[in-house]
């Protein structure tokens, strides 16, 4: 069974940075995209970022393009989200998620961490 544990949220300050991990177990991810998403306040959730595990191919929501990177360290199978110069507005509840690469549903969900950017 596919396990995702995310760390690494917190409260920053505008123009800060963080580093958030998802620790994923539970079998290889070879065939796997890994994701993240984030949920804010009375608002839908929304895709932020995804990397192909094979490959290490990257993309990214416009609104954090330039701010955010996605990498992932396959020794220790786990994803990281750098953010950098970050807004109120990225305030959220932030989730990683996977999915088969080759189908386009996330069926595997962390249970999320918090980042908090204070103006």
């Known amino acids: 069974q596919v396990q995702l544990v995310e760390s690494g949220g917190g409260l920053v300050q505008a123009g800060g940075s963080l580093r958030l991990s998802c620790a994923a177990s539970?079998?290889?991810?070879?065939?796997?995209?890994i994701a993240w998403f984030r949920q804010a306040p009375g608002k839908e959730r929304e895709f932020v970022a995804r990397?192909?595990?094979?490959?290490?191919?990257?993309s990214y929501a416009d609104s954090v393009k330039g701010r955010f990177t996605i990498s992932r360290d396959s020794t220790k199978n786990t994803v990281y989200l750098q953010m950098n110069s970050l807004k109120p507005e990225d305030t959220a509840v932030y989730y990683c998620?996977?999915?088969?690469?080759?189908?386009?549903?996330?069926?595997?969900w962390g249970q999320g961490t918090q980042v908090t950017v204070s103006s």
């Open positions: 998620a996977a999915r088969r690469t080759i189908v386009n549903e996330y069926n595997y």
């Open positions: 539970g079998r290889t991810f070879s065939s796997f995209t």
């Open positions: 990397i192909t595990w094979s490959s290490s191919s990257t």
